[in-house]
C-alpha cells in the first residue's frame, strides 16, 4: 500500500470506531472534548487528536490507528491494515460531554492565566461546589486559597493548580458539576497541598481527593498531599522521583480503589524501591476519597504497609 493510500485510510477510520467494534465503551465521566477514555474490563485508552491518536494512561503505548488494531488484536502491521480497511464507512457514536466548546486558544502564559483568574470566595459558585457538592470542609478549602492553589473556573467549576519543582503553575485540574478536564496548553506535573518540605508524600489521583484525604486527616502535620491529575506523564514520574530522593521520605499510594488506582500504587512502589524510601498502600473504602469523604464524616480507610 502506497503512503497516500495509507494517509487517507487512516484519515477514514477513526480510532473511536475501532475501539468501539472491539467492545470499549466510553466514560463519559471521565472524557473531555479533547481527551475521550474509553473502557473494556480493567483496560483504558484515551483518543485524542479528533481520533487519529490514542495512549494507553497505564503504560507508555501509543500510536495511530494501525497501532491500535495492533495492539487490541495482537496482529502483524499488514493484518492490522486489513482490519482497519474494514472499518471504512462505520461512524463512531457522539461521545457526550458537557464541556463547554472554548472560544479561541490561550496566548498567555500559564502563570499568567492562572494569575487573571479570581481567588474563590465563601459564597462564591466555586466555593458552593466544593463545599456543599464536594463536602470539603472550610478549613481545608481556606488552606487551599491561601496557598494559592484553587481558582474560580468557568460555569461554576473549580481550576487546582499544578506546579513544577520550583513552585511555577505549569497547568491546572478543571472540575465541575458537570464536565471536567485540564488546562488546555499546560502540562500535569504535581497539584501539590500541605507541607512544602514534608516527607510523607500522599499521592491521589485528583486534587479534590487530595483535599478530601486531608480532610480525613486534619491535614496531617509532616504530609504533603498530591496529585497526578488522573494521569502519569513523564514530569510527574520526574517529580515524585524527586521528592521520594528526599532523605527518610515515605510515599503514600492514596491512589483510588480500582484496577487503574492499583496500576499508579504499583509505579509509586517501583519509584520507592527505586530512590530507597518507604512505601504505604492507602485506599478509600469507596472508589475514591471524595466518594468517602461524602459518604461519612470518619475517616474510613483501610492501611497496609509496603
Request: charged share 30%; hydrophobic share 40%; with cysteine.
Amino acid at each position: 500500500m502506497e503512503r497516500e493510500e495509507l494517509e487517507e485510510l487512516r484519515d477514514r477510520v477513526s480510532c473511536a470506531v475501532v475501539l468501539e467494534q472491539a467492545d470499549f465503551a466510553v466514560d463519559v465521566r471521565e472524557s473531555t472534548r479533547k481527551a475521550v477514555k474509553y473502557r473494556r474490563g480493567a483496560e483504558i485508552i484515551i483518543v485524542i487528536h479528533e481520533g487519529r491518536g490514542w495512549f494507553d494512561p497505564l503504560s507508555d503505548a501509543k500510536g495511530d490507528v494501525f497501532r491500535l488494531a495492533q495492539r487490541l488484536d495482537g496482529v502483524s502491521f499488514v493484518t492490522a491494515l486489513d482490519r482497519v480497511a474494514s472499518f471504512v464507512g462505520i461512524m463512531s457514536k457522539e461521545p457526550v460531554c458537557n464541556r463547554p466548546p472554548r472560544d479561541s486558544v490561550p496566548t498567555s502564559s500559564m502563570p499568567q492565566r492562572w494569575d487573571n483568574r479570581r481567588k474563590p470566595w465563601r459564597g462564591s459558585m466555586t466555593w458552593r461546589y466544593l463545599h456543599a457538592e464536594r463536602c470539603l470542609p472550610e478549613t481545608i478549602i481556606r488552606e487551599a486559597i491561601r496557598r494559592n492553589m484553587l481558582r474560580e473556573g468557568p460555569y461554576g467549576s473549580m481550576w487546582a493548580a499544578h506546579v513544577d519543582d520550583e513552585g511555577v503553575v505549569t497547568g491546572w485540574e478543571e472540575r465541575g458539576p458537570d464536565w471536567r478536564g485540564f488546562s488546555s496548553g499546560g502540562s500535569k506535573v504535581l497539584f501539590r497541598f500541605g507541607s512544602p518540605g514534608a516527607l510523607r508524600l500522599c499521592v491521589t489521583e485528583a486534587a479534590i481527593d487530595a483535599m478530601s484525604l486531608a480532610a480525613f486527616e486534619g491535614l496531617r502535620e509532616g504530609s504533603l498531599y498530591l496529585s497526578t491529575g488522573g494521569g502519569w506523564s513523564p514530569t510527574t514520574k520526574a517529580a515524585v522521583r524527586v521528592l521520594a530522593a528526599r532523605p527518610c521520605a515515605r510515599i503514600v499510594a492514596a491512589t483510588d480503589a480500582n484496577s487503574q488506582g492499583e496500576t499508579f500504587a504499583t509505579r509509586l512502589r517501583g519509584i520507592a524501591d527505586e530512590a530507597g524510601c518507604d512505601w504505604l498502600r492507602l485506599a478509600p473504602w469507596a472508589e475514591d476519597w471524595n466518594e468517602a469523604l461524602r459518604a461519612t464524616d470518619t475517616p474510613p480507610c483501610r492501611c497496609a504497609p509496603g
